[in-house]
């Protein structure tokens, strides 16, 4: 597609329930990166994947979030038994190679709500 | 500890004027440094970078200075405009490793 697509773009959901958020990256970008931007905060890094390597999972801030990426694509976040300091907007973003002169295309996002 | 800082939460400025976002980061081996610029609902978007081997790097409005020595960058935007009011986040990276991003400065440009 043209850009990183995410969905849902919302998302409310009981305290204790599992998510998942999708994302699908630019055609062809190599590297997918997960963030995350909590109320008044800026953007924390979750996880990366980059080509067939192993992911860079030194982001995620427990064990309920885990995240794959499917045939180098489509990648999934999900967060297992969700509290209330979930809540944040999760942002995707791939880029044509890792970091360096492409910078990132970022998602529009996914606004999480854990009630 | 914070990584990439920027001190400065908010900012307001003149229609026409002149805005400067400032950034401080703290790892000697960050080489590579962006801008990114968001509005509401809306994912972040590239707007400048700059490698450690420049200390200057221009595009239209928007120059983006960098001072290895002190470990501080800064976004200037000439003339500001309306449209630029926007958070504007500052992130810094080590041979092609993930960025860390700062915590964003919210710009309001003011007629």
């Known amino acids: 597609g043209a850009g990183v697509s995410q969905s849902p773009s919302n998302k409310v959901t009981e305290k204790g329930k599992d998510v998942e958020l999708r994302c699908d990256p630019i055609s062809g970008h190599t590297a997918l990166y997960w963030y995350r931007q909590s109320l008044g905060q800026g953007l924390e890094f979750l996880i990366y994947f980059q080509g067939n390597s192993a992911p860079d999972k030194s982001g995620l801030p427990s064990d309920r979030f885990s995240a794959e990426r499917t045939g180098g694509s489509v990648s999934t976040l999900t967060i297992q038994r969700t509290q209330q300091e979930d809540s944040a907007v999760y942002l995707c973003?791939?880029?044509?190679?890792?970091?360096?002169?492409?910078?990132?295309?970022f998602g529009s996002g996914t606004r999480l709500t854990v009630v | 500890d914070q990584q990439v800082k920027q001190n400065s939460p908010s900012l307001s400025v003149q229609e026409g004027r002149i805005s400067i976002l400032n950034c401080d980061y703290t790892n000697s081996m960050f080489d590579y440094f962006l801008w990114y610029k968001k509005y509401p609902a809306e994912g972040p978007t590239f707007l400048i970078s700059?490698?450690?081997?420049?200390d200057k790097n221009e595009d239209g409005r928007f120059t983006v200075f960098l001072n290895k020595s002190a470990k501080h960058l800064s976004l200037h935007i000439v003339p500001s405009q309306p449209g630029d009011s926007a958070v504007y986040f500052c992130?810094?990276?080590?041979?092609?490793?993930?960025?860390?991003f700062g915590p964003g400065t919210r710009l309001s440009v003011l007629p």
């Open positions: 992130a810094a990276g080590h041979g092609g490793q993930n960025f860390v």
């Open positions: 973003a791939s880029s044509l190679r890792q970091g360096g002169d492409y910078g990132y295309t």
């Open positions: 700059i490698s450690s081997i420049k």
